[in-house]
Structures are given as C-alpha cells and as structure tokens.
T-cell receptor, first 115, second 120 residues
Framework: DTGVSQDPRHKITKRGQNVTFRCDPI?????LYWYRQTLGQGPEFLTYFQNEAQLEKSRLLSDRFSAERPKGSFSTLEIQRTEQGDSAMYLC?????????????FGPGTRLTVL | AQKITQTQPGMFVQEKEAVTLDCTYDTSDQSYGLFWYKQPSSGEMIFLIYQGSYDEQNATEGRYSLNFQKARKSANLVISASQLGDSAMYFC?????????????????FGQGTILTVHP
C-alpha cells in the first residue's frame, strides 16, 4: 500500500496560465475527493468521484476548474486562466466503501502559488 | 448545512501531560460521523480517530480518545501523555451519515483547526 500520491508537490505559475495536477489514489479505493486548503484554514470540499463518475461539485469549483477521473483510476484537476486567489494547497483523498470507518486517506497535496 | 467550530486557534502543553482540543458541530442530521485529523508541517492529513453519531461509547485509539457529548454537539479530542511529535495542526471534521453513503457521498466538512505545540 503506497498511499495517495500527488504530483507535482509544488507549482508556481503566472496569472493567466493553465495548470494541471494529478492524484493517484490507493489502488483499491473507488472514491476520490479533491479539497482546497488556504493558509490557516481547514480544507474545503471541491469535488467527488465514484469510480469514473463525477457525482458532486462544490460551488467553489468555478467554470475555470475541471476535474476528470478516466477509467476510475488516477484523477486530474485543471485550473484554467489562474488567478492569484487560486493560490492554495490542493489535497486529494481516497476512500473505500469497504473501510471500517470509510475514512479518507489524504495525499501530500500540491501547493499552488499564482504570481 | 453542516458546520464545525474549533474555537482554540492555538494550544500549548507540556510533554507527557494530557491536552483537550475542542470541537463543536452543528447539523440537523441524525446520522453523521465525526473525525479528527492531524496535519504536521509536511502538509499530509493523518486520520486519528472516528466517532459515529449512533455509537454509544466514546472512541479510543491508543493515546487518542474522543469525548463525545451528543446533546451538547461536541466532540473534543483528548491526547494523553503528549509527545514532542504531537506538535501539529489538528482538524475536526464531519461527514453526513454514520456510514459513507447517501447523497453526501462522504465529503468532509472541516473546522478551522487548532495548532498544538508540545513543550519539552
């Protein structure tokens, strides 16, 4: 069990550029979540996948944000035309319906800085 | 809508002593789950302990215990025998549904967090 991995760990970009983050969940987990965490705050839910289906999106996820999970394995989160307000830590988590508590296992996050 | 409140921005404790981190929640649901996560400076969220709304006994996991008072809507985390490695940010979180099903799909609502510093 290698845990949830995210790539890249850090991303610095200029305002207006597009960025894409990748998340690889724990292999047998069919549920995948994206959260955003700004400095000094708790994570906020962005979107949820069950297998390849995106079943829920937060209103925080503006039209500039898109997430995919092709084939129900890894997931990508793309931000188009980045703004300074997008600077945050983007966390990915996965869980299994079969878990005792169905707790979510988090990756190390991708820290985005928009200049 | 669910809401989690952590009123202690920072807490200090002496090594080997116990510390309580406060968490209150607001929900109209009868079935829900409460979690505590630890976030060290490295950034990764580490699951500590879980309490289901229908669980009659307070949850315990090693040095961690959860003081669950349903009528007061509080779910405080107690860390016994604090260690230097316990210094981190701690988050309380809630999930709709004791088990991850239903229309919430298991998403978590987090509080603002409490920074715990353990002194030697």
């Amino acid at each position: 069990d290698t845990g949830v991995s995210q790539d890249p760990r850090h991303k610095i970009t200029k305002r207006g550029q597009n960025v894409t983050f990748r998340c690889d969940p724990i292999s047998e987990h069919n549920r995948l979540y994206w959260y955003r965490q700004t400095l000094g705050q708790g994570p906020e839910f962005l979107t949820y996948f069950q297998n390849e289906a995106q079943l829920e999106k937060s209103r925080l996820l503006s039209d500039r944000f898109s997430a995919e999970r092709p084939k129900g394995s890894f997931s990508t989160l793309e931000i188009q035309r980045t703004e300074q307000g997008d600077s945050a830590m983007y966390l990915c988590a996965s869980s299994s319906k079969a878990g005792v508590y169905n707790e979510q296992f988090f990756g190390p996050g991708t820290r985005l800085t928009v200049l | 809508a669910q809401k989690i409140t952590q009123t202690q921005p920072g807490m200090f404790v002496q090594e080997k002593e116990a510390v309580t981190l406060d968490c209150t929640y607001d929900t109209s649901d009868q079935s829900y789950g409460l979690f505590w996560y630890k976030q060290p400076s490295s950034g990764e969220m580490i699951f500590l302990i879980y309490q289901g709304s229908y669980d009659e006994q307070n949850a315990t996991e090693g040095r961690y215990s959860l003081n669950f008072q349903k009528a007061r809507k509080s779910a405080n985390l107690v860390i016994s025998a604090s260690q230097l490695g316990d210094s981190a940010m701690y988050f309380c979180a809630m999930r709709e549904g004791q088990y991850a099903g239903g229309t919430s799909y298991g998403k978590l609502t987090f509080g603002q967090g409490t920074i715990l510093t353990v002194h030697p």
